[in-house]
């Protein structure tokens, strides 16, 4: 049996209806698997933690989060954020079929025993209006207080609430928006030119993330204020998503574990029932797994 989390209270968001009065009702009965779904193996997990699926974009990996979630049955699934991407879907409304094929697989999975738990971010913020709520089984919180399997705390929050860029100068991040946009598109572009020469997928924006100094500097001084809320928490760890980077690591005095995306690495967090926490890649088919083990002594606590 998997403990219930505790729910935080709400944050503030900014209200916003129209994707909720768009969106057609969505299919909660059990389609046949695929003859590839039955083929693969099905890993048992605790707990899975999803942020940044950025439905409603053409830069969502939908077909390869289907296959992903097909290949684990996991008691607890966390959305933590950007699953649906109401701001482009304002501006400019992209649907396919395919975005509404995630939308089932998740509604399906509640229906036969999950338990999901969606955390609204910054780009579905018209959630947070409905915290509290719980719609086709799926809760509605604003953060969360995860147990882990080994009894540590964990806070659960997407992260924008950090993000001065988001809080203070929302035209800069909507630009800032339509230029991961832009980069998404010259990726497409350069890799079909890159698997004709047979290369292997290179992603222009992760790796501006990682070497522009600027860039760098704004990762690790967002990963320093999700773990002072940790620590303001009380709690050995914080798991989010946000900045599309998926990490584990302890630099700041408890776990901190961000889940990564479904636009470019296609990258989530499992939890297993021993307590080991995993950052996996998913690129097709098959698995490439990046394993980070929890220490088995928590890590010191440190001044926030």
Not at 67 to 78: I, K, N, P, Q
Request: proline letters at 3%; one cysteine or more; glycine letters at 8%.
């Amino acid at each position: 049996m998997v403990q219930r989390d505790k729910v935080g209270e709400e944050y503030p968001g900014n209200g916003c209806n129209e994707f909720a009065s768009r969106n057609a009702a969505v299919d909660t009965g059990k389609a046949p698997p695929s003859k590839e779904a039955q083929s693969q193996a099905v890993t048992k997990i605790r707990t899975l933690f999803i942020s940044d699926v950025h439905l409603g974009t053409k830069g969502c990996q939908a077909d390869l989060l289907i296959e992903f979630l097909g290949s684990y049955d996991a008691a607890t699934v966390f959305l933590v954020g950007d699953i649906v991407d109401g701001w482009h879907l304002k501006s400019n409304w992209y649907w396919p079929e395919m975005h509404n094929d995630v939308l089932q697989k998740l509604l399906r999975m509640a229906n036969e025993g999950t338990r999901l738990v969606y955390v609204p971010g910054n780009h579905d913020e018209f959630l947070r209006d409905h915290v509290g709520s719980t719609f086709g089984g799926i809760e509605i919180v604003a953060h969360a207080i995860h147990k882990a399997a080994d009894g540590r705390d964990y806070l659960v929050i997407h992260g924008d609430q950090f993000d001065l860029v988001v809080n203070h100068a929302r035209w800069l991040a909507v630009l800032g928006d339509w230029a991961y946009r832009t980069a998404l598109t010259c990726n497409r572009y350069l890799n079909f030119v890159r698997r004709h020469l047979g290369f292997t997928y290179w992603s222009l924006s992760a790796w501006a993330k990682l070497n522009v100094k600027n860039a760098v500097n704004y990762i690790g001084r967002f990963e320093e204020m999700l773990s002072a809320e940790a620590h303001r928490h009380d709690v050995q760890g914080v798991i989010c998503g946000h900045i599309h980077h998926a990490v584990m690591h302890d630099d700041f005095g408890v776990r901190y574990i961000n889940a990564g995306d479904w636009v470019e690495s296609c990258s989530a967090v499992v939890e297993h029932y021993d307590g080991r926490f995993e950052i996996l890649r998913w690129v097709g088919p098959r698995l490439h797994p990046l394993t980070i083990e929890t220490p088995s002594s928590p890590p010191a606590k440190v001044a926030a």
